[in-house]
C-alpha cells in the first residue's frame, strides 16, 4: 500500500477520479480533455500511485510513428535485438499508458491503438507477427486540448468514440486557491490575488488572447514571487507574458494586473 | 484623456465587451456599453470604473428594475447603488479585485440584499441607507435605459425622449424640493473637512492605495464648500438625431473625416459600355486610414470554429513531407543517414521516403467591406444594415485569420470619380489584432459605391502584395452600385467589367450582401458571372461560404491559364 505522501497532490473537482477509477476497474480507455495547465497530467499521476500502477508517459508530436509506439529492432554490434515501444511495454507490464496531446500524432500512427481501445484490448506488432493481449491491469489514457488545434489536427470519430471521456476545465475559485498555496506555500492573501486575477482574464475571451491564464500560470507566478521577484513583474513573465504576443493588448492587461494585485508584497 | 486602456478591464469585469471614455458631466456612470469616467486621481477612479463593471456583471442594471428608478426621486437611486455595491461586492468576492472590495464594505455594515429586486424594494423604503461617496459614481437610469434598448435596437418614443429631458438634471441638483432630511451620507460629511490625517477616510485610502483622498480637493476648485456638493457639470442632453440630419450627414460625409494616408493615390480606367472602350485614369483611390473613434471598442467577436473549418480546405496547396514512412518517392537525405547508420552498426531512421500532401495554405484573400451611407438604413429586424455587414466581415476576417491566410481587409466609399476611399482595417502582413478590431468597430457610413473602381484596386492590391497563390475577393455589400454620374446600366456593366478583369488576373470574385433589400435581379445582372449570397444574417455565412468560396476560386483559376 502506497505511503500518501507518496501519491502527487490532486484536487478533485468534479467526480473525475471517480470515473478514471471505474474505468480502469471496467477496462476502459479515458481521453482527459481540457485546456492546458488544468491538472490533466498530474490527474494521470495521482491516480496511477493510488491505483498502484506504473506510469509511462509518451509526449505526442508530429513525428511520431507506430515504431516509436510499438517498438523497433537495434542493431547490437552485429545482432538484431527487439526493444519494446512504451505502448508495448505498458501492454505487457499490465501499466498505465498516457498518451499527451494524442492530437499531434498523426492519424495514421493513431489507428494503432483502436484494436487496445475497444473489446479486444490486443495489440498487433507487426514487425515481431504478434498479436500481444494486454495485461488486466493495462489502461490507455489520452489527453487532448479541444480549443487550440487547427481544424484539420482533429481527432477521428472512430477514435474518439472508443473512449470514456473527462472533461477537465480550470478549477473553481476555492479549489484553485487551495491547490496554489499547496504548491507553492505563498501566503493567502497573494493567492486570493491571484486567482481572482486569473479569474478576471478568463472572462475575457477575445481573439488575440487564444489561450487564457492556466492553473499552472498561477502557480509560476506565485513560485516567482516566492522567490522574491516583485509581484508584477513575476505575473507578467508567468502570467501575461505566455499568453500573448501583441503588444497593446499586453499594456492593457498589465492594467488589469495593476487593479487586482498591488505591488507590495504582502 | 486616453482611457482606452481600462477598457479591458472594464470588459474582464462586466463578462461582456465595455468600453471606457471621459465623463463629459463630471460623473461616472455607464450606459451599458460604456463606462464614462469622471477626471480624478487614477486609483480613484478605478473603483468607480471597477464598480459600475461589476453592477453591470451581477445584474443591477437589468432593465425592468432601472424603469422603476425612472419613476422614483434620485435619492432611490442613490441608495439603491450603495446597496447594490454592497451586495456585489458579497457574491463578487471573487472578482472585484481586494482593495475596491475593501472600500465598499466600508462603506455601510448593514445587511446584505440577496437580490437587486430586494435592494430596490429596500431602497424605497429604508430612507436611512446612506448614499456612496462620488467617486463610485451614480445611476443614471434614463441613460441605461437607451443604452439598454440601443443594444437591443429600439428607438425612444418622443415621449420618452421628452422624459429624459425632464428627469435628468435632477442628477445635478443640489437638494430635493420636497424632502427635508438630507440625502447625503455621513460619510460625504466627513470628507467635507479639510481632511485631517485622522480622518477615517483617509487613513483607509492609505493604507489600501497608499494614496490621499485627493476627491475632494480636486473637483472642488473654485467652488470653496464642503463635499455635500454634487457637481454640476452643465446637464447633458443627448438628442436624437432627427432622419433628415442624418440623411445629409450621411450622404455629403460631415462627421467623422477620414485621415488621408498620403497624396499617392492610383488612378484606374472604367468602362463605358455606350462607346465600347474604357475611359483611361478615370477614377482616383486613395487609401486612407480609419478615424479613430471616441468609444469604439476593438474586442472581437468569438470564433467561429464552423466556418473555419469549411474555410480550411478551401486554397490548400500541395506541401512537401519528407521523412515519411511511405511515400511515393525516395528521401534522399534520410536514405543517406540510414545508410550511413547501419554501416557504423547502429540503428538507423527507416522513414526513408517524402510524399505530397495538400496541407499547405496558399490564400490570399482581401475582404471589402461596403462603408456608402446606403448601409445605415435600417433592416427589416430594426439595426442598420452596417451593423450586419460589419459583423459579417468580422466572422469571415477572423476565420480566415485564423487559419493562417493572408487577409487584408478595407472599408470603401466613394465620393465621385475623383474620390475613391479605401480605408484600411487590417494589412495582409498583420494578425487580426485589437488595433485592426478596433478600426473596424470604427468605420462609420458614408457617401457612395463605385463599385468598379474598388474592385480593381482590391484585385490590384492581390496580385501585387499577394503574388503567389491563390487570390479571393470577398465584397460585403448588396451589391448596387451608385455614385455621382455611376449609375444604372452604366455602372451595372462597369462592375461586371472589372470582375472579368480580376477573374481573368486569377482573382475571385464573390459578393455577400446581409441584410439589404436589393432585388435579385440585379444581383444576377451585375454579379451573376462571378458568385453572390444573399443573407438575411451573418450566420448563415458557415452555410455559403465554401461553396461560394471554392467556385469563385477556381474559376478564377482556369479564366488566368
Given at each position: 500500500m502506497s505511503n500518501m505522501s507518496d501519491i502527487p497532490f490532486y484536487k478533485q473537482v468534479g467526480d473525475e477520479k471517480q470515473i478514471f477509477s471505474a474505468a480502469w476497474h471496467c477496462q476502459h480507455a479515458v481521453m482527459l480533455k481540457g485546456p492546458t495547465g488544468v491538472g490533466k497530467t498530474r490527474l494521470v499521476e495521482s491516480m496511477a500511485a493510488e491505483l498502484g500502477r506504473p506510469l509511462i508517459t509518451v509526449s505526442c508530436h508530429e513525428d511520431l510513428t507506430s515504431a516509436d509506439l510499438l517498438g523497433r529492432y537495434l542493431l547490437k554490434g552485429n545482432q538484431t535485438v527487439w526493444m519494446d515501444g512504451p505502448l508495448t511495454r505498458a501492454v505487457r507490464e499490465g501499466a498505465i499508458c498516457y498518451l499527451d496531446e494524442?492530437?499531434?500524432?498523426?492519424a495514421d500512427t493513431t489507428v494503432a491503438i483502436h484494436a487496445l481501445t475497444d473489446h479486444r484490448r490486443t495489440l498487433y506488432v507487426e514487425r515481431l507477427g504478434e498479436t500481444l493481449v494486454a495485461a488486466p491491469e493495462f489502461m490507455l489514457v489520452v489527453s487532448y486540448n479541444p480549443g487550440y488545434q487547427s481544424i484539420l489536427k482533429d481527432l477521428k470519430p472512430s477514435t474518439r468514440q472508443r473512449m470514456v471521456s473527462i472533461e477537465l476545465g480550470f478549477p473553481p475559485h476555492d479549489v484553485e486557491l487551495e491547490v496554489i498555496i499547496k504548491e507553492t506555500g505563498i501566503n493567502k492573501e497573494m493567492a486570493e490575488d491571484l486567482v481572482r486575477l486569473g479569474g478576471a482574464i478568463r472572462r475575457l475571451d477575445i481573439s488575440g488572447v487564444p489561450e487564457v491564464s492556466s492553473t499552472r500560470a498561477l502557480i509560476a507566478a506565485a513560485d516567482l514571487i516566492n522567490s522574491g521577484l516583485k509581484p508584477h513583474a513575476a505575473i507578467r513573465a508567468a502570467m501575461i507574458g505566455p499568453l500573448c504576443d501583441d503588444k497593446d493588448i499586453a499594456k492593457n492587461l498589465m492594467q488589469i494586473v495593476n487593479t487586482y494585485v498591488s505591488e507590495e508584497a504582502n | 484623456m486616453n482611457l482606452h486602456r481600462y477598457g479591458l478591464l472594464a470588459s474582464a469585469i462586466a463578462g461582456r465587451q465595455m468600453g471606457v471614455v471621459e465623463s463629459g458631466s463630471g460623473e461616472t456612470y455607464t450606459d451599458g456599453q460604456v463606462i464614462y469616467l469622471a477626471r480624478g486621481a487614477e486609483k480613484l477612479q478605478l473603483v468607480g470604473l471597477v464598480a459600475q463593471a461589476a453592477l453591470l456583471c451581477f445584474g443591477s442594471f437589468e432593465q425592468t428594475l432601472i424603469v422603476q428608478l425612472t419613476r422614483k426621486r434620485s435619492a432611490v437611486a442613490s441608495r439603491y447603488l450603495t446597496l447594490e455595491a454592497v451586495r456585489v461586492a458579497h457574491v463578487g468576492q471573487y472578482l472585484m479585485p481586494r482593495a475596491v472590495q475593501a472600500v465598499i464594505a466600508a462603506q455601510w455594515s448593514g445587511a446584505v440584499s440577496g437580490s437587486p429586486a430586494e435592494s430596490l424594494r429596500r431602497a424605497m423604503e429604508e430612507k436611512s441607507i446612506p448614499a456612496l461617496p462620488e467617486l463610485f459614481g451614480v445611476i443614471r437610469p434614463w441613460v441605461l435605459l437607451k443604452g439598454l434598448r440601443e443594444i437591443e435596437s429600439e428607438a425612444l418614443s418622443d415621449a420618452e425622449l421628452r422624459g429624459a429631458q425632464k428627469y435628468e438634471p435632477e442628477f445635478n441638483e443640489e437638494k430635493d424640493e420636497e424632502e427635508e432630511e438630507s440625502e447625503t451620507s455621513i460619510l460625504l460629511n466627513k470628507m467635507a473637512g479639510p481632511a485631517p490625517s485622522d480622518n477615517a477616510i483617509s487613513n483607509m485610502f492609505k493604507a489600501i492605495f497608499g494614496v490621499e483622498n485627493k476627491a475632494s480637493g480636486e473637483e472642488k476648485k473654485g467652488q470653496g464648500g464642503s463635499g455635500a456638493e454634487l457637481p454640476s457639470g452643465g446637464a447633458k442632453f443627448s438628442k436624437k438625431i432627427s432622419a433628415g440630419a442624418k440623411l445629409i450627414r450621411t450622404v455629403f460625409g460631415i462627421g467623422e473625416p477620414d485621415r488621408p494616408d498620403s497624396d499617392n493615390g492610383v488612378t484606374y480606367p472604367e468602362w463605358d459600355y455606350r462607346t465600347g472602350a474604357y475611359l483611361p485614369q478615370w477614377c482616383y483611390v486613395t487609401e486612407f486610414d480609419v478615424a479613430p473613434s471616441a468609444g469604439a471598442r476593438g474586442l472581437a467577436g468569438v470564433s467561429d470554429r464552423a466556418l473555419r473549418r469549411k474555410l480550411a480546405r478551401l486554397g490548400t496547396t500541395h506541401q512537401r513531407h519528407k521523412r515519411q514512412h511511405e511515400g511515393e518517392s525516395l528521401d534522399i537525405d534520410a536514405l543517406i543517414e540510414l545508410a550511413g547508420d547501419v554501416l557504423s552498426g547502429q540503428s538507423g531512421d527507416e522513414r526513408i521516403y517524402e510524399t505530397t500532401r495538400k496541407t499547405g495554405r496558399g490564400l490570399a484573400v482581401v475582404v471589402l467591406i461596403d462603408a456608402s451611407g446606403s448601409t445605415s438604413d435600417q433592416q427589416a429586424g430594426g439595426s442598420p444594415i452596417w451593423e450586419a455587414q460589419r459583423k459579417l466581415a468580422q466572422n469571415v476576417i477572423t476565420a480566415f485569420d485564423e487559419l493562417g491566410d493572408m487577409v487584408g481587409a478595407y472599408g470603401f466609399r466613394s465620393y465621385g470619380r475623383n474620390d475613391v476611399r479605401f480605408l484600411r482595417v487590417k494589412d495582409f502582413d498583420k494578425r487580426f489584432d485589437q488595433a485592426a478590431q478596433t478600426r473596424l468597430q470604427a468605420l462609420k457610413p458614408s457617401g457612395f459605391t463605385r463599385l468598379g473602381a474598388a474592385i480593381r484596386h482590391a484585385s490590384d492590391l492581390l496580385t501585387t502584395k499577394a503574388a503567389t497563390g491563390h487570390h479571393l475577393l470577398v465584397v460585403v455589400s448588396d451589391g448596387f452600385p451608385y455614385d455621382i454620374e455611376y449609375e444604372e446600366e452604366y455602372a451595372e456593366q462597369d462592375v461586371r467589367h472589372a470582375l472579368g478583369e480580376a477573374m481573368a488576373s486569377g482573382v475571385g470574385c464573390v459578393c455577400i450582401s446581409v441584410g439589404a433589400p436589393t432585388d435579385k435581379a440585379l444581383l444576377d445582372r451585375v454579379w451573376g458571372n462571378v458568385g453572390h449570397a444573399s443573407l438575411n444574417e451573418p450566420r448563415e455565412i458557415v452555410r455559403y461560404a465554401e461553396p461560394l468560396f471554392r467556385a469563385a476560386i477556381k474559376n478564377a483559376a482556369a479564366e488566368y491559364r
Open positions: 494524442i492530437v499531434e500524432a498523426r | -
